[in-house]
């Protein structure tokens, strides 16, 4: 009996066994009937201690303890009598028919055949001579295609290439061509994975299987892996076709080494299936598997390997543009009045999610359902999201304009720096869509994966980290917290180059440890309490010169930086190519304006510029 799995169906047997013994013997102890006109007579004389209803049928026990039972034709005009006798009423709702206690004595019963028969590694359809059903059914019901797919049109993009290969394996195969097997959605939750993997499936015409991947967690030992092994041995079937597994972390988490838990040690099993079940096909098979999690950073590394999920889409949350889109496909299945103004709604929902926004639409067409109207209007939207933004713990999503405001400086300052500074990576994506604890976000690419870095490189991304709190400074003349990550992580540089790189006039290529803790490994220098003050003034002047090159360069470029925070404020995120924009508008109108107020001539103006912008 050391298989978990025998355990725990002999248990399951074993309480099936008592269940089913305990309703025999309630049934069994009904108690004697008592003629109601009695039972009357001894309520009347006060002899009654509690009675139990149950629809018509009345047992009980009287003052001596006996137990009775008797038939009692109107409940209803009894219960006052017992209450004015001080006696406990108890009771039931439904009156138990015999078919309700025949089920209550077959179902143990069947409990048992069905522990029984996978007992004996049967199932049950095998043991009723039909042919065994499988567990996994394609599902076709409920066409879904890209058109129902808003505003995420890069994603798609790559996409298609999928979409083309399942309508036409052949045209790949007769080529040789290396189609990815695996492909990973990751993103906030509601943002869309599941619908997109379904619209794949969708515009090919494929069938479509689903798992969820916290559908095997704490489920019997080995069931796990074995539903994998059956979801592929189905799929294959059906060709050509798409796998999906949802919340693929559960499974897909990084492998617990040494002694797991029982737990982890299931999860271990089901990813092992999962991974020999993935190296097993091969795109002969045309079978795609898809998979969608929201905690890519726990994801086991073997699942990420090249021939397994090596192709990887990130989702974000929409921005006012795509939350447009999606309000739009959601607002043609409902019946909106004709002042209906989507864009405004977009607007107003800064953070909400594809689902939330499907929310939105439906809580507001809820809306002006109780209030009897004939369309939805701007007032049920208007409702319909004071109710959602409510409801929601995200507090982050009823941001004020204040602070978005703020957020946009702050973001518009990073940016502004790192577009400015030469030696730094290039902008990638500027947001203000507030997700988890940060308010907005600067993302920049690295050019290539470097392993070295240069002081100037380092020096800038200080500069780059500072531009935040300068932004805020210089335009709301205030320090807010929302930098508070900015300092850490710059002051983490910044420690680095003293301790570590050792690239401080002052101090030197020497590796120091810092406040105790070593810096640069083992072989850090012990040093003095003069010197810990010496490093400690080298990392705060160091990251004052850059945060002074930032507010410099912020203040000299003050106008971009209002427009960069008016045009983030309005579409909320901006690519490379809209900061490329702003930042040519920006300079044609200083060079008008220049022309116009010092009377200059405006080509001189232009070789000035370009040295200031790119030392
Ligand atoms: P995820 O799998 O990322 O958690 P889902 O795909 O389950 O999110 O999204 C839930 C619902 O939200 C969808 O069925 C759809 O109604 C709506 N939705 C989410 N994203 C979009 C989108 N980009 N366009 C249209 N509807 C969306
Ligand atoms: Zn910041």
Redesign the pocket.
């Known amino acids: 009996m050391s298989n978990p799995v025998q355990l725990g169906l002999l248990l399951l047997t074993l309480t099936a066994i008592g269940v089913f013994g305990y309703n025999v013997y309630l049934l069994e102890i009904t108690p004697p009937e008592r003629p109601y006109t009695e039972f009357l007579a001894d309520l009347r004389q006060g002899r009654i201690k509690k009675v139990h209803l149950r629809g018509q049928t009345l047992t009980g026990e009287d003052n001596s303890g006996r137990p009775f039972g008797t038939f009692a034709p109107d409940p209803p005009a009894l219960v006052p009598l017992l209450v004015e006798r001080d006696v406990i009423v108890t009771g039931e709702a439904e009156p138990t028919s015999g078919a309700i206690n025949a089920f209550k004595v077959l179902l143990p019963l069947v409990l048992i055949l069905a522990g029984w028969l996978i007992f004996s590694k049967k199932t049950v359809a095998g043991a009723l001579g039909g042919r065994r059903t499988a567990r996994f059914t394609p599902v076709r019901s409920e066409r879904v295609t890209f058109a129902?797919?808003?505003?995420?049109t890069e994603a798609k993009e790559e996409l298609l290439e999928i979409v083309e290969f399942l309508k036409n394996p052949e045209k790949y195969s007769r080529l040789g061509c290396q189609i990815p097997k695996g492909v990973l959605?990751q993103?906030?939750?509601?943002?869309?994975?599941?619908?997109?993997?379904?619209a794949i499936a969708g515009e090919a015409s494929v069938a479509f299987f689903s798992l969820g991947g916290s559908d095997f967690v704490e489920m019997f030992a080995g069931v796990g892996a074995s539903r994998v092994r059956e979801l592929f041995a189905e799929a294959k079937k059906h060709p050509p076709c798409l796998i999906f597994i949802?919340e693929i972390d559960a499974i897909g988490g990084r492998r617990a080494s040494g002694q797991g838990t029982g737990a982890s040690d299931e999860r271990n099993q089901t990813l092992n299936a999962l991974l020999v079940e993935m190296d097993g096909f091969d795109t002969r098979d045309t079978v795609i598997l898809i998979a969608?999690t929201?905690r890519p950073d726990i994801l086991d590394p073997a699942l990420l390997r090249p021939g397994r999920f090596d192709r990887r889409i990130t989702?974000s949350l929409?921005d006012v543009r795509?939350r447009l889109?999606?309000l739009e496909?959601?607002a043609q299945k409902i019946v909106t009045a004709p002042a209906i103004d989507l864009p405004t709604v977009a607007r107003s929902i800064p953070g909400f999610?594809?689902?939330?926004?499907?929310?939105l639409v439906n809580e507001a067409a809820l809306m002006a359902a109780r209030h009897n109207k004939a369309a939805v209007d701007m007032d049920d939207f208007e409702e319909a999201k004071d109710k959602i933004v409510m409801g929601l713990e995200r507090k982050s999503i009823a941001v004020s304009e204040q602070d978005r405001r703020l957020t946009a400086y702050h973001e518009a300052g990073h940016a502004i720096v790192g577009y400015l500074l030469k030696e730094t990576d290039p902008l990638h994506k500027i947001t203000i869509i507030p997700r988890g604890r940060a308010m907005g976000l600067t993302q920049q690419l690295p050019l290539d994966d470097r392993l070295t870095y240069s002081r100037d490189y380092l020096l800038n991304r200080i500069a780059i980290l500072m531009g935040g709190r300068a932004a805020e400074a210089l335009v709301f003349n205030r320090l807010t917290t929302g930098a508070s990550n900015d300092i850490l992580q710059a002051t983490d540089i910044a420690a680095r180059l003293v301790c570590e790189w050792g690239m401080s006039a002052d101090l030197g290529p020497v590796a120091y440890r810092r406040g105790g803790e070593f810096v640069g490994g083992e072989q850090s220098a012990p040093h003095s309490e003069m010197t810990a003050r010496r490093i400690d003034r080298a990392i705060r002047q160091l990251i004052g010169e850059c945060a002074d090159q930032a507010a410099d360069l912020l203040h000299k470029h003050n106008r971009f930086l209002h427009t960069f925070a008016e045009v983030l404020l309005l579409n909320e995120t901006m690519d490379a190519e809209e900061v490329d924009i702003v930042y040519r508008n920006y300079l044609k109108e200083r060079d008008v304006e220049r022309a116009l107020t010092e009377n200059r001539k405006p080509d001189e103006d232009q070789q000035d510029h370009h040295t200031e912008d790119m030392q």
């Open positions: 129902d797919v808003a505003g995420i959605l993103g906030p939750p509601g943002t869309g994975k599941t619908l997109l993997a379904k949802d969608a929201n989702l929409p795509g889109k999606i496909v959601h999610s594809g689902a939330e926004i499907a929310n």
